[in-house]
T-cell receptor, first 116, second 113 residues
Framework: KNQVEQSPQSLIILEGKNCTLQ??????????LRWYKQDTGRGPVSLTI?????NTKSNGRYTATLDADTKQSSLHITASQLSDSASYIC???????????????FGKGTHLIIQP | DGGITQSPKYLFRKEGQNVTLSCEQN?????MYWYRQDPGQGLRLIYY???????QKGDIAEGYSVSREKKESFPLTVTSAQKNPTAFYLC????????????FGSGTRLTVV
């Protein structure tokens, strides 16, 4: 069964500090891995999309890494800001096999709180 | 501004009623999707549509229905057959498949009273 496990479930850090969120997956065959940011009561917003050939991708203060061999990804946030408080969702896409839905498997998210 | 609009933001339904959630996009995207989000759970796919007048069931389609009469619109009806409809509903769209990112709406929170 395809699964995406995220850790920690929740995290509280002080403003200005760095943090790293983890994502382990068992989706096979693998196509790509996405990180989304979801503010409370809002829809998710895409941060990065990585294929199996990419090890690192950055989007401003967000840097995602991918190790397709160990099936692990991380999202590193540098110099956190109060606006980074949100849930961060890891999403893994299986290789397209027809049907149009991509076989996306969503993690439950890491709830991040930035304290002043 | 291009985007995807969901309405209403909050919806209350009595048991036994059908309700319809609106999703409109002006991004000229072909594909549209409906997801359900429950506390502590990952998003789950309800229905999706790749082209007008065609749609497919997702993982949890029972108790839901959709239509795709226009490219811009993909309404979701939550029927009385859905046993546990209280949830946050997200509509998404994208221009193609594969590595193309999804654009999500702001969601509708449905509560059964």
């Amino acid at each position: 069964k395809n699964q995406v496990e995220q850790s920690p479930q929740s995290l509280i850090i002080l403003e200005g500090k760095n943090c790293t969120l983890q994502c382990n997956y068992t989706v096979s065959p693998f196509s790509n891995l996405r990180w989304y940011k979801q503010d409370t009561g809002r829809g998710p917003v895409s941060l990065t999309i990585m294929t199996f050939s990419e090890n690192t991708k950055s989007n401003g203060r967000y840097t995602a890494t991918l190790d397709a061999d160990t099936k692990q990804s991380s999202l590193h946030i540098t110099a956190s800001q109060l606006s980074d408080s949100a849930s961060y969702i890891c999403v893994v896409a299986g290789r397209y096999s027809g049907g149009g839905a991509d076989g996306l498997t969503f993690g439950k998210g890491t709830h991040l709180i930035i304290q002043p | 501004d291009g985007g995807i609009t969901q309405s209403p933001k909050y919806l209350f339904r009595k048991e036994g009623q059908n309700v319809t959630l609106s999703c409109e996009q002006n991004l000229n995207h072909d594909a549209m999707y409906w997801y359900r989000q429950d506390p502590g759970q990952g998003l789950r796919l309800i229905y999706y549509s790749q082209i007008v007048n065609d749609f497919q069931k997702g993982d949890i389609a029972e108790g839901y229905s959709v239509s795709r009469e226009k490219k811009e619109s993909f309404p979701l009806t939550v029927t009385s057959a859905q046993k546990n409809p209280t949830a946050f509903y997200l509509c998404a769209s994208r221009a193609g498949t594969g590595w193309v990112p999804y654009t999500f709406g702001s969601g509708t929170r449905l509560t059964v009273v």
